[in-house]
């Protein structure tokens, strides 16, 4: 079941923060997060694990609730760098020993000088 | 080496023609994943490749055939596709299945006309 991400888009001026919420209705085991910039490849920004552990970019910090099932990204002190499109992922096992990643949404970040 | 690439970058075809798709990664991951991507939406997993076996297939159209030669390796042969097949084709791989960060590549606009 696709997570939800909140809010939709949003708008901040260089230096401003942003927080990024992602929801789901079932048990969560993993929630990754993505940003993708326009006509590239989505890029790897943080794994949050059940359990507490995390692995991603030092910049980049985020929470990840197991009993609410949510996880928030949060961007400080933004750059215009950071403007794109921020996917959250949650992954689940699925049979034959597998595991899938089912993608929100998205949420658009524009950064602006 | 963190690296995923892809062949071609575009590709028109024409309702009845037969075409591949190609991902390699050198980083010795051992999962790959085929995933379409619609403008404005999110990545949807088609397939998932685990130790070079097909682990996860979504319920995905027989006119796209997943194959994997090797571990470095992923094609998507498409035949007889539709208008509606139009999309962004990426490919990911990650070090394992369960919980861990997925590289993309670039991906393969595709145009079915």
């Known amino acids: 079941q696709q997570p939800v991400q909140s809010p939709q888009a949003v708008i901040l001026r260089e230096g401003e923060d942003a927080v990024i919420n992602c929801s789901s209705s079932?048990?969560?085991?993993?929630v990754h997060w993505y940003r993708q910039k326009h006509g590239e490849a989505p890029v790897f920004l943080m794994i949050?694990?059940?359990?507490?552990e995390q692995k991603g970019h030092e910049k980049i910090s985020a929470s990840f609730n197991e009993k609410k099932q949510q996880s928030s990204l949060y961007l400080t002190a933004s750059q215009l760098s950071y403007s794109g499109t921020y996917f959250c992922?949650?992954?689940?096992?699925?049979?034959?020993?597998?595991?899938?990643?089912?993608f929100g949404k998205g949420t658009k970040l524009s950064v602006i000088p | 080496d963190t690296e995923v690439t892809q062949t071609p970058k575009h590709l028109v075809m024409g309702m009845t023609n037969k075409k591949s798709l190609k991902c390699e990664q050198h980083?010795?991951?051992?999962?790959m994943y085929w995933y379409k991507q619609k403008a404005k939406k999110p990545p949807e997993l088609m397939f998932v490749?685990?130790?070079?076996?097909?682990?996860i297939n979504e319920s995905v159209p027989s006119r796209f055939s997943p194959e994997c030669p090797n571990s470095s390796l992923l094609n998507l042969h498409l035949h007889a596709l539709q208008p509606e097949d139009s999309a962004l084709y990426l490919c990911?791989?990650?070090?394992?299945?369960?919980?861990?960060?997925?590289?993309f590549g670039p991906g393969t606009r595709l145009t079915v006309t």
């Open positions: 949050l694990l059940k359990g507490g």
């Open positions: 490749y685990s130790y070079e076996k097909l682990s």
């Open positions: 079932k048990a969560l085991y993993s």
């Open positions: 980083m010795g991951h051992r999962a």
């Open positions: 992922g949650t992954g689940r096992p699925s049979g034959a020993g597998s595991y899938q990643l089912t």
């Open positions: 990911a791989s990650s070090q394992g299945v369960a919980l861990w960060e997925q590289y």
